[in-house]
C-alpha cells in the first residue's frame, strides 16, 4: 500500500467539512425537533390515514395505514412512468427515424415537432393539456363514441372493460409461445452458425403469438366479452359513465404531455445512433446483396443501439423523475399523496421527505441498473 | 383502368404526357383540399361521402406515380423526385403532410388573428371564437413582474436593461482587454448583477452586513499583496472570512456602522416578485452557482483521493437520482429545520440554493465527460512541463474540456431554465404560476389557453436563442485535432 501522509491533509480537510456541516444540520434538527415538540421516527407508517386518493390501483380508502396510502403513490407514478416511457420510445423511434429520411417533407416534419416541444417548459405542456386542451373535451352527455365503444369526455377517458373466463389457461398459452418462440430463437441461430441455413423466426413467431391463444379460445374454454361503458344519469344535468374502465384526465394529460416532452430527445438518441454508425457499414452491408430492410435490422440497428441505449436510460430516467411534475395537476403520485398530503397531515417533514427521495433514488438506480444490464448484453464482445 | 394504370410505366420517352397528367392531377388534389379547408368548398361533394373524403388522397398518389420518371433531365422534376416522391410509400406521406398542413391552416389562423380580439381592456370586447389577446395585454404587468407594486417596475426594467448594456461589453472589447473579459464575466459581472437586483430590485434599508465584507474585501487585497505567492491560495481561503467574522462580530457591532443604513428604495419583499423578471433572476443566478459547483465536483469524482471520490460521487448520484421538486419540498419544508431557530433564510435564496445545488451535479457530469475525453497525453504532457494540480487544470486540461463539452453544457442551461416554472412549489410565481393565478381570477375565467400558449411562445424563444446561439459557440470554439 502506498499511502502517504502528504494526501491526507485535503482529504481530511473535505471530510471534516463534511462530518462539520452535516453535525451542524442534525445538532439543529435536534434542537428544532425538541423545541416543536416533534419526535423523530417511521411509527406513523402504520396509523390510519384518514384521508381518500382519487385514483388508485389498489384498494384504498381513509381507514387503510399511511403505507398503503404511500403505496398507492408509488404504484400510481409507477404506471405513469411506464405507459409514458413506452409510448415516447415508439414515439421516439418513429421521429427520430423519420428525422433520417430521405423525404424532404417528412424529415422537416419531425425536425419541427422535436423543436418544437422540446424546448417549451414540461409543467407548461402539463398545464396545456390538462387545463386547456382537455377542458375543451364535451360533457359525458355530449360526447360521441369513438368507434363505438370509447367516450373521451372532460371527465376523462371511459374504455371497455375485458371480462375474461378462465383468464389464467389465456395467460399460459401466452407465456406458452413465448417460451416456445425463445427455444426456436436459440435453434434457429445456432443452425445459422453451424449450417448458413436462416430461418424465417420472425414469421414463425408471429404465427405462435397469435395461433397459441386462439386455441386457447377455441380450446380452452377461454372467452372474453366487453362491458361498454354506459351513460348514468345522476342528476338533471349530471351525468357519469358506469361499467368499463375510467382513465381520469389527469392521468390522460400527464402521459400525453410526458411522453410528448421526453419522446422528442429519445428521437434526438436514435438519429445520433443511427448517424453515429459509419457510411462504410452501409455501403458495405448493400455491396454484398442485403435489401434496404435488412441492412437496417441487421447491420445498422445492432451498432447503432450501442449508441442510442446509454443517452435513452437517462431520458428513461427523465421521465421517471418527471413524473412528479404530477402534483402540480393533482394526479395523485408519490409526490402529492405522500409528501403532500400525508406530510400535511402528519408533519413529520424529514421522514417524509427523505423516504419520497429515496423511493425516487431506488427507482432511478433500478432503472439505470436494468439498462446496463441490457447495454452489457449488446455491447460489442471483444475476443 | 387499374390494370391498365399498372400497366403504365412512364418514363422518358413519353414524358410530356405523364408529366402534364401527373401534374395536373397532383395539383388538383391540392387544389381541392384547399377549398375546402379555406373556403368551406367542397369540389367532389357529388360524390359519397367516404369517397369525397380520401379522392384527394388518390388523384395526388395517381399524380405523384406518374410525374416519378427517373432521368427526365428537368431539374426541378427530378429535385421534386428526389426529395419527396422516392416511391409510393413515400408519395402517400408527403401527400398526408401537405394535406394536414393545408388542413390545419385556416383554424389556427382564424384563432391566432382573425378572429382574435386585440383592442379594449376589458372581458367584454372578447366574445369571438378566436384568441383573446385582451386578457394577455391587461395581464401583461402581472406576468412580467408577479406581483411587483406597478409604480416600482421602473426599478426592474432599469436593472435588466443595465444588465443587458453590462453584458453585452464582450462585443466592444477592444484586443487590449480581451484577456480580462472571463475575469469580468466570471467574477465582476455576477457580483455587479448581484448588487443591482440586492439594492435596486429588492430596495429597503441597505443590508449593512455588506459593509462589513466590503471593508474585509478591500483589507484582504490589500494585504494581500504581501502575502507570499507560495501561500496566497491558502490566504485567499481563509482570511477574508476571518476578518469578516472579526470585523462582524468582535470590532464593530452593528449599532455603531450607519454607514450601510441608507433609506433608499421602497423595500419589496421576494415574495411579490414575479412573472418573467423572476424567471430571468432564477435562471441567472443558478447558472452562475450551479457552474463553479459542479467543476468542483467533476474534479472531485477525478481526484485521485479516495475519500475525496466517494463524497463527490455521493453528492452526484443524490442529486441526480431525485426529482427536482422534491429538492424544492425539502428546501420549503426540511431545510429550515436544519437550521438554528433564529436563523432565517429567505425562500427565494433557498430555492437559488436548492435549484444550484441540483443543476450542478449535472454540469458536474457533463464536464466528467469532457475531462474523461481529453487524451492522456494532455496531462503527461502538463505534468512533465512541472505543472502542479491546479497550474494543469486551469491552464492546460479545463479549457480544452469545457469546449468540448459546450453542447452539453448548453443543455444543462436550458434544463435550468425550462425548470423554473417548477419554483410555484415554494409559493414563488414566476411566469406560470402567475398564469395559474390569472386563470382563477373571477372576471377573467376561460381564457387558459390564451395565456399558456403565450408563455410557451415566450419560453419557446428564449430557450430556441439559447440553443442556437450554443451552436454557434460550439462552432466558433471548435479546434480540429
Given at each position: 500500500?502506498?499511502?502517504?501522509?502528504?494526501?491526507?491533509?485535503?482529504?481530511?480537510?473535505?471530510?471534516?467539512?463534511?462530518?462539520?456541516?452535516?453535525?451542524?444540520?442534525?445538532?439543529?434538527?435536534?434542537?428544532?425537533?425538541?423545541?416543536?415538540?416533534?419526535?423523530?421516527?417511521?411509527?406513523?407508517?402504520?396509523?390510519?390515514?384518514?384521508?381518500?386518493?382519487?385514483?388508485?390501483?389498489?384498494?384504498?380508502?381513509?381507514?387503510?395505514?399511511?403505507?398503503?396510502?404511500?403505496?398507492?403513490?408509488?404504484?400510481?407514478?409507477?404506471?405513469?412512468?411506464?405507459?409514458?416511457?413506452?409510448?415516447?420510445?415508439?414515439?421516439?423511434?418513429?421521429?427520430?427515424?423519420?428525422?433520417?429520411?430521405?423525404?424532404?417533407?417528412?424529415?422537416?416534419?419531425?425536425?419541427?415537432?422535436?423543436?418544437?416541444?422540446?424546448?417549451?417548459?414540461?409543467?407548461?405542456?402539463?398545464?396545456?393539456?390538462?387545463?386547456?386542451?382537455?377542458?375543451?373535451?364535451?360533457?359525458?352527455?355530449?360526447?360521441?363514441?369513438?368507434?363505438?365503444?370509447?367516450?373521451?369526455?372532460?371527465?376523462?377517458?371511459?374504455?371497455?372493460?375485458?371480462?375474461?373466463?378462465?383468464?389464467?389457461?389465456?395467460?399460459?398459452?401466452?407465456?406458452?409461445?413465448?417460451?416456445?418462440?425463445?427455444?426456436?430463437?436459440?435453434?434457429?441461430?445456432?443452425?445459422?452458425?453451424?449450417?448458413?441455413?436462416?430461418?424465417?423466426?420472425?414469421?414463425?413467431?408471429?404465427?405462435?403469438?397469435?395461433?397459441?391463444?386462439?386455441?386457447?379460445?377455441?380450446?380452452?374454454?377461454?372467452?372474453?366479452?366487453?362491458?361498454?361503458?354506459?351513460?348514468?344519469?345522476?342528476?338533471?344535468?349530471?351525468?357519469?359513465?358506469?361499467?368499463?374502465?375510467?382513465?381520469?384526465?389527469?392521468?390522460?394529460?400527464?402521459?400525453?404531455?410526458?411522453?410528448?416532452?421526453?419522446?422528442?430527445?429519445?428521437?434526438?438518441?436514435?438519429?445520433?445512433?443511427?448517424?453515429?454508425?459509419?457510411?462504410?457499414?452501409?455501403?458495405?452491408?448493400?455491396?454484398?446483396?442485403?435489401?434496404?430492410?435488412?441492412?437496417?435490422?441487421?447491420?445498422?440497428?445492432?451498432?447503432?443501439?450501442?449508441?442510442?441505449?446509454?443517452?435513452?436510460?437517462?431520458?428513461?430516467?427523465?421521465?421517471?423523475?418527471?413524473?412528479?411534475?404530477?402534483?402540480?395537476?393533482?394526479?395523485?403520485?408519490?409526490?402529492?399523496?405522500?409528501?403532500?398530503?400525508?406530510?400535511?397531515?402528519?408533519?413529520?417533514?424529514?421522514?417524509?421527505?427523505?423516504?419520497?427521495?429515496?423511493?425516487?433514488?431506488?427507482?432511478?438506480?433500478?432503472?439505470?441498473?436494468?439498462?446496463?444490464?441490457?447495454?452489457?448484453?449488446?455491447?460489442?464482445?471483444?475476443? | 383502368?387499374?390494370?391498365?394504370?399498372?400497366?403504365?410505366?412512364?418514363?422518358?420517352?413519353?414524358?410530356?404526357?405523364?408529366?402534364?397528367?401527373?401534374?395536373?392531377?397532383?395539383?388538383?388534389?391540392?387544389?381541392?383540399?384547399?377549398?375546402?379547408?379555406?373556403?368551406?368548398?367542397?369540389?367532389?361533394?357529388?360524390?359519397?361521402?367516404?369517397?369525397?373524403?380520401?379522392?384527394?388522397?388518390?388523384?395526388?398518389?395517381?399524380?405523384?406515380?406518374?410525374?416519378?420518371?427517373?432521368?427526365?433531365?428537368?431539374?426541378?422534376?427530378?429535385?421534386?423526385?428526389?426529395?419527396?416522391?422516392?416511391?409510393?410509400?413515400?408519395?402517400?406521406?408527403?401527400?398526408?403532410?401537405?394535406?394536414?398542413?393545408?388542413?390545419?391552416?385556416?383554424?389556427?389562423?382564424?384563432?391566432?388573428?382573425?378572429?382574435?380580439?386585440?383592442?379594449?381592456?376589458?372581458?367584454?370586447?372578447?366574445?369571438?371564437?378566436?384568441?383573446?389577446?385582451?386578457?394577455?395585454?391587461?395581464?401583461?404587468?402581472?406576468?412580467?413582474?408577479?406581483?411587483?407594486?406597478?409604480?416600482?417596475?421602473?426599478?426592474?426594467?432599469?436593472?435588466?436593461?443595465?444588465?443587458?448594456?453590462?453584458?453585452?461589453?464582450?462585443?466592444?472589447?477592444?484586443?487590449?482587454?480581451?484577456?480580462?473579459?472571463?475575469?469580468?464575466?466570471?467574477?465582476?459581472?455576477?457580483?455587479?448583477?448581484?448588487?443591482?437586483?440586492?439594492?435596486?430590485?429588492?430596495?429597503?434599508?441597505?443590508?449593512?452586513?455588506?459593509?462589513?465584507?466590503?471593508?474585509?474585501?478591500?483589507?484582504?487585497?490589500?494585504?494581500?499583496?504581501?502575502?507570499?505567492?507560495?501561500?496566497?491560495?491558502?490566504?485567499?481561503?481563509?482570511?477574508?472570512?476571518?476578518?469578516?467574522?472579526?470585523?462582524?462580530?468582535?470590532?464593530?457591532?452593528?449599532?455603531?456602522?450607519?454607514?450601510?443604513?441608507?433609506?433608499?428604495?421602497?423595500?419589496?419583499?421576494?415574495?411579490?416578485?414575479?412573472?418573467?423578471?423572476?424567471?430571468?433572476?432564477?435562471?441567472?443566478?443558478?447558472?452562475?452557482?450551479?457552474?463553479?459547483?459542479?467543476?468542483?465536483?467533476?474534479?472531485?469524482?477525478?481526484?485521485?483521493?479516495?475519500?475525496?471520490?466517494?463524497?463527490?460521487?455521493?453528492?452526484?448520484?443524490?442529486?441526480?437520482?431525485?426529482?427536482?421538486?422534491?429538492?424544492?419540498?425539502?428546501?420549503?419544508?426540511?431545510?429550515?429545520?436544519?437550521?438554528?431557530?433564529?436563523?432565517?433564510?429567505?425562500?427565494?435564496?433557498?430555492?437559488?440554493?436548492?435549484?444550484?445545488?441540483?443543476?450542478?451535479?449535472?454540469?458536474?457530469?457533463?464536464?466528467?465527460?469532457?475531462?474523461?475525453?481529453?487524451?492522456?497525453?494532455?496531462?503527461?504532457?502538463?505534468?512533465?512541463?512541472?505543472?502542479?494540480?491546479?497550474?494543469?487544470?486551469?491552464?492546460?486540461?479545463?479549457?480544452?474540456?469545457?469546449?468540448?463539452?459546450?453542447?452539453?453544457?448548453?443543455?444543462?442551461?436550458?434544463?435550468?431554465?425550462?425548470?423554473?416554472?417548477?419554483?410555484?412549489?415554494?409559493?414563488?410565481?414566476?411566469?406560470?404560476?402567475?398564469?395559474?393565478?390569472?386563470?382563477?381570477?373571477?372576471?377573467?375565467?376561460?381564457?387558459?389557453?390564451?395565456?399558456?400558449?403565450?408563455?410557451?411562445?415566450?419560453?419557446?424563444?428564449?430557450?430556441?436563442?439559447?440553443?442556437k446561439y450554443s451552436y454557434n459557440l460550439e462552432q466558433k470554439y471548435k479546434t480540429d485535432r
Open positions: 500500500m502506498n499511502f502517504k501522509l502528504k494526501d491526507l491533509g485535503p482529504q481530511l480537510i473535505t471530510v471534516i467539512a463534511v462530518v462539520l456541516i452535516f453535525g451542524f444540520f442534525t445538532y439543529n434538527a435536534q434542537i428544532n425537533m425538541e423545541n416543536r415538540g416533534i419526535d423523530f421516527g417511521y411509527g406513523f407508517l402504520s396509523q390510519e390515514s384518514s384521508f381518500d386518493v382519487q385514483f388508485s390501483l389498489i384498494e384504498y380508502d381513509g381507514s387503510h395505514s399511511y403505507f398503503r396510502a404511500y403505496l398507492v403513490g408509488l404504484l400510481n407514478t409507477i404506471l405513469v412512468s411506464v405507459i409514458g416511457i413506452i409510448i415516447a420510445t415508439v414515439l421516439g423511434v418513429i421521429v427520430g427515424i423519420a428525422r433520417l429520411s430521405p423525404n424532404f417533407l417528412i424529415n422537416k416534419f419531425a425536425a419541427y415537432y422535436v423543436e418544437f416541444f422540446r424546448n417549451i417548459p414540461l409543467l407548461l405542456q402539463i398545464f396545456f393539456w390538462y387545463f386547456a386542451a382537455l377542458r375543451a373535451l364535451p360533457l359525458p352527455q355530449d360526447a360521441e363514441a369513438i368507434f363505438g365503444v370509447f367516450f373521451l369526455t372532460i371527465k376523462g377517458l371511459y374504455v371497455p372493460a375485458f371480462i375474461w373466463q378462465n383468464l389464467n389457461i389465456f395467460l399460459y398459452s401466452i407465456i406458452a409461445a413465448v417460451i416456445t418462440i425463445v427455444i426456436i430463437r436459440i435453434h434457429a441461430k445456432k443452425v445459422q452458425e453451424n449450417q448458413g441455413k436462416q430461418i424465417p423466426v420472425f414469421y414463425i413467431s408471429l404465427g405462435l403469438i397469435f395461433i397459441l391463444p386462439l386455441l386457447s379460445f377455441l380450446i380452452g374454454g377461454v372467452s372474453l366479452s366487453f362491458e361498454v361503458p354506459a351513460l348514468k344519469q345522476l342528476a338533471t344535468t349530471s351525468f357519469i359513465y358506469e361499467g368499463g374502465v375510467s382513465l381520469p384526465p389527469e392521468l390522460i394529460a400527464l402521459t400525453l404531455s410526458l411522453s410528448l416532452y421526453t419522446a422528442t430527445f429519445i428521437a434526438e438518441c436514435v438519429r445520433a445512433g443511427i448517424q453515429g454508425v459509419g457510411k462504410g457499414q452501409k455501403e458495405a452491408a448493400a455491396s454484398i446483396g442485403l435489401t434496404p430492410n435488412q441492412v437496417l435490422k441487421l447491420v445498422i440497428m445492432p451498432q447503432a443501439l450501442r449508441i442510442i441505449i446509454p443517452p435513452t436510460t437517462n431520458q428513461y430516467l427523465n421521465l421517471t423523475k418527471n413524473s412528479s411534475l404530477a402534483a402540480a395537476i393533482a394526479y395523485p403520485d408519490l409526490v402529492l399523496v405522500f409528501a403532500g398530503t400525508a406530510l400535511m397531515q402528519t408533519g413529520k417533514a424529514i421522514e417524509i421527505v427523505s423516504i419520497t427521495m429515496f423511493t425516487y433514488l431506488s427507482l432511478s438506480i433500478s432503472i439505470s441498473i436494468l439498462m446496463n444490464w441490457y447495454n452489457k448484453k449488446i455491447a460489442i464482445q471483444e475476443k | 383502368m387499374m390494370n391498365k394504370i399498372n400497366f403504365l410505366k412512364p418514363d422518358k420517352s413519353n414524358l410530356n404526357t405523364f408529366l402534364y397528367l401527373g401534374s395536373f392531377l397532383f395539383f388538383i388534389s391540392i387544389f381541392d383540399v384547399f377549398l375546402n379547408s379555406f373556403f368551406k368548398v367542397n369540389l367532389i361533394g357529388f360524390l359519397p361521402n367516404f369517397l369525397s373524403f380520401i379522392m384527394p388522397l388518390i388523384l395526388g398518389f395517381i399524380g405523384l406515380y406518374f410525374i416519378r420518371i427517373e432521368y427526365s433531365g428537368i431539374k426541378n422534376l427530378d429535385k421534386i423526385n428526389k426529395h419527396i416522391n422516392t416511391n409510393n410509400y413515400n408519395a402517400i406521406l408527403s401527400l398526408l403532410i401537405i394535406f394536414t398542413v393545408i388542413k390545419s391552416i385556416p383554424p389556427i389562423l382564424s384563432w391566432f388573428l382573425i378572429d382574435a380580439s386585440f383592442a379594449g381592456d376589458s372581458k367584454d370586447v372578447c366574445s369571438g371564437s378566436g384568441a383573446c389577446w385582451t386578457y394577455i395585454k391587461v395581464w401583461m404587468r402581472r406576468f412580467m413582474y408577479g406581483m411587483y407594486p406597478n409604480a416600482e417596475q421602473w426599478r426592474i426594467n432599469l436593472s435588466f436593461i443595465a444588465l443587458a448594456l453590462l453584458g453585452s461589453v464582450g462585443y466592444f472589447a477592444t484586443e487590449r482587454f480581451k484577456k480580462y473579459l472571463t475575469l469580468y464575466y466570471v467574477v465582476i459581472y455576477p457580483f455587479i448583477a448581484f448588487l443591482f437586483i440586492f439594492f435596486f430590485i429588492s430596495g429597503g434599508p441597505v443590508f449593512f452586513d455588506f459593509s462589513y465584507g466590503i471593508i474585509a474585501a478591500i483589507l484582504s487585497i490589500i494585504i494581500g499583496f504581501f502575502v507570499p505567492s507560495k501561500f496566497k491560495f491558502y490566504y485567499f481561503l481563509i482570511v477574508p472570512l476571518a476578518l469578516y467574522i472579526l470585523l462582524k462580530y468582535f470590532i464593530f457591532f452593528e449599532e455603531y456602522i450607519e454607514l450601510g443604513k441608507l433609506e433608499g428604495l421602497n423595500w419589496v419583499e421576494t415574495g411579490a416578485w414575479g412573472g418573467l423578471s423572476l424567471t430571468f433572476i432564477i435562471s441567472f443566478f443558478c447558472l452562475i452557482f450551479c457552474f463553479p459547483i459542479g467543476m468542483a465536483f467533476a474534479l472531485g469524482r477525478r481526484s485521485s483521493f479516495p475519500l475525496i471520490r466517494y463524497i463527490s460521487i455521493g453528492f452526484i448520484e443524490f442529486w441526480r437520482g431525485v426529482p427536482l421538486i422534491t429538492v424544492l419540498f425539502m428546501s420549503a419544508v426540511m431545510f429550515p429545520m436544519f437550521l438554528p431557530a433564529d436563523f432565517f433564510i429567505d425562500k427565494l435564496v433557498r430555492c437559488i440554493i436548492a435549484i444550484s445545488l441540483f443543476e450542478a451535479a449535472y454540469v458536474a457530469e457533463v464536464i466528467r465527460g469532457g475531462l474523461q475525453a481529453l487524451p492522456r497525453g494532455q496531462y503527461e504532457a502538463a505534468r512533465s512541463l512541472g505543472m502542479g494540480y491546479w497550474k494543469m487544470h486551469i491552464f492546460v486540461i479545463l479549457p480544452q474540456a469545457l469546449k468540448l463539452v459546450i453542447p452539453g453544457i448548453a443543455n444543462t442551461f436550458l434544463a435550468l431554465v425550462k425548470d423554473t416554472p417548477l419554483i410555484f412549489v415554494v409559493g414563488l410565481l414566476e411566469i406560470v404560476g402567475m398564469l395559474n393565478l390569472a386563470k382563477t381570477n373571477p372576471e377573467w375565467l376561460g381564457f387558459a389557453m390564451e395565456g399558456y400558449v403565450f408563455a410557451a411562445i415566450i419560453f419557446w424563444i428564449i430557450c430556441y436563442a439559447m440553443s
